[in-house]
């Protein structure tokens, strides 16, 4: 599966922005799929996850009320909207499919990782 990120750019404090992440060479519908994000000189960390069906969403604390992870499995995408930025939401996100149909916290239970759009948030 090669999953393909897009929708970064930059943006104002309080803006919003919409990253969709495609799959290719197999299907999403039977993984769970998370979003990450990398900001410069800190760890990855997971944002958003979503189960397979899309019944169950998981948020980070910071995100919560601002974000939202969607899916479409009859179209093999994954979207993150993104409300009311931050300049702390600055980071490349990483769109990811898990091995399982239930989303994990862990990074190591991703298999799959797109390669990354960069979000800047201008103050």
């Known amino acids: 599966v090669q999953l393909q990120a897009s929708g970064g750019g930059l943006v104002q404090a309080g803006g919003s922005l919409r990253l969709s992440c495609a799959a290719s060479?197999?299907?999403?519908?039977?993984?769970?799929m998370g979003w990450f994000r990398q900001a410069p000189g800190k760890e990855r960390e997971i944002v958003a996850a979503?189960?397979?069906?899309?019944?169950?969403?998981y948020y980070t604390d910071s995100v919560k009320g601002r974000f939202t992870i969607s899916r479409d499995n009859a179209k093999n995408t994954v979207t993150l909207h993104m409300n009311s930025l931050k300049p702390e939401d600055t980071a490349v996100y990483y769109c990811?499919?898990?091995?399982?149909?239930?989303?994990?916290?862990?990074?190591?239970?991703?298999?799959?990782w797109g390669q990354g759009t960069l979000v800047t948030v201008s103050s």
């Open positions: 990811a499919a898990s091995g399982g149909r239930y989303y994990s916290l862990a990074l190591e239970s991703y298999d799959y």
């Open positions: 060479g197999g299907t999403l519908s039977s993984r769970a």
């Open positions: 979503i189960t397979w069906t899309g019944g169950t969403t």
